[in-house]
């Protein structure tokens, strides 16, 4: 398998962000309920992790780094996300008005997917990495990210029905729904030999 195909079936299947590391699990339980507004979100959210991963990795390596000033990572790294993701709303709300969220609330949910922050964060940890493996790992990256929550989204569509309890309503059943999800995406760790 080549490398490109490696990192895509790693990050969307494999090592998932969502699942196996943990990384923008917080913006699930606010996803939207439609499936629709969802795959909106999760695309833009793929269109945005791909370049900050290449924006952040390019700051990183050419302007933080030859300076000396890495202890602004992090910082830099919010300031290059929150213009892209907003961006990404003006380009939805122009091209996509009826698929749109509410501006706010998609600003909102895509400026603060902890998601974006670590791709970004995980890329500076591979300082041999190239800016066309950030991109992609970027990519792969919001491709599982979209995995996730077209999937969650759906599962949380089905689960609104009045057979479930009434304790395990809301946010429960999003727990115990997202915790098989990962336990479906472990069976996932044999596809990848060493």
Same mark, same amino acid.
């Given at each position: ?5 490696? *990192? ?9 962000? =969502? ?20 795959? %909106? @979100? ?5 269109? =945005? ?5 290449? +924006?952040? #990795? %390019?700051?990183?390596? #050419? ?6 000033? =890495? $202890? ?6 919010? @300031? ?8 990404? /709303?003006?380009?939805?709300?122009? $091209?996509?008005?009826? @698929? ?11 400026? +603060? ?8 964060? %995980? ?12 991109? %992609? #790992? ?9 995995? /996730?929550? /077209?999937?969650? =989204? ?9 057979? *479930?309890? /009434? ?28």
């Amino acid at each position: 398998m080549t490398e490109p195909a490696l *990192i895509m079936v790693s990050a969307i299947l494999v090592n998932n962000f =969502v699942l196996a590391q943990f990384i923008g699990l917080s913006s699930l339980p606010a996803a939207p309920r439609q499936l629709q507004s969802a795959l %909106l @979100l999760g695309l833009l959210s793929t269109a =945005v992790a791909a370049l900050s991963a290449l +924006c952040n #990795h %390019l700051l990183l390596q #050419h302007l933080l780094l030859p300076l000396e000033l =890495v $202890y602004l990572r992090n910082l830099a790294f919010i @300031l290059v996300i929150l213009p892209l993701a907003q961006a990404a /709303v003006m380009f939805s709300r122009r $091209y996509l008005p009826r @698929l749109a969220l509410k501006p706010q609330a998609l600003l909102t949910l895509l400026a +603060c997917n902890a998601l974006l922050l670590g791709v970004a964060l %995980l890329d500076a940890q591979r300082p041999a990495s190239g800016a066309s493996t950030a991109m %992609l #790992h970027g990519l792969a990256a919001g491709l599982g990210f979209t995995l /996730v929550l /077209v999937l969650f =989204v759906a599962l949380r569509q089905r689960l609104a029905q009045p057979a *479930i309890p /009434v304790a395990f309503r809301g946010a429960a059943i999003d727990m115990i729904s997202l915790g098989l999800m990962s336990l479906a995406f472990m069976g996932f760790n044999g596809l990848l030999k060493a």
